[in-house]
């Protein structure tokens, strides 16, 4: 059974920080870039980031570049995702998302209809 667990949401002030963690199971990982979508309130999802274990290629989203950092240990099946410098319009449900990319292909994260697996998702709040 495909799993993605995330874990690390919370309330956070303007300018603070979080890490969310998402924990995969049940697939080969080698050939999927594997990070994070979210959905603000009455907004559509947007990708935010993902690394692709097999060259270890990472995707940021323009929104976040500079302030939020994602990183792997594979020999976990973990992904990390650093959150500094949060701001309110980061408040989201914040989801692990798994896409397939045997060749390798660059990832366009606003096409999260491309995703092949989803995790619940975590909420992430940033207070003024």
């Known amino acids: 059974e495909v799993q993605l667990v995330e874990s690390g949401g919370g309330l956070v002030q303007a300018g603070g920080s979080l890490r969310l963690s998402c924990e995969a199971s049940g697939f080969a990982l080698d050939d999927y870039c594997i990070g994070w979508a979210r959905q603000a309130s009455g907004k559509e999802r947007e990708g935010v980031s993902c690394?692709?274990?097999?060259?270890?290629?990472?995707y940021y989203a323009d929104s976040v570049k500079g302030r939020f950092t994602i990183s792997s240990d594979f020999a976990k099946n973990t992904v990390y995702l650093q959150m500094n410098s949060l701001k309110p319009e980061d408040t989201a449900v914040y989801f692990c998302?798994?896409?397939?990319?045997?060749?390798?292909?660059?990832?366009?994260?606003?096409?999260?209809?491309?995703?092949?697996?989803w995790g619940q998702g975590t909420h992430v709040t940033v207070s003024s």
């Open positions: 690394i692709r274990s097999g060259d270890g290629t990472a």
């Open positions: 998302a798994a896409q397939y990319t045997p060749h390798r292909e660059a990832v366009d994260l606003q096409r999260v209809y491309d995703v092949d697996y």
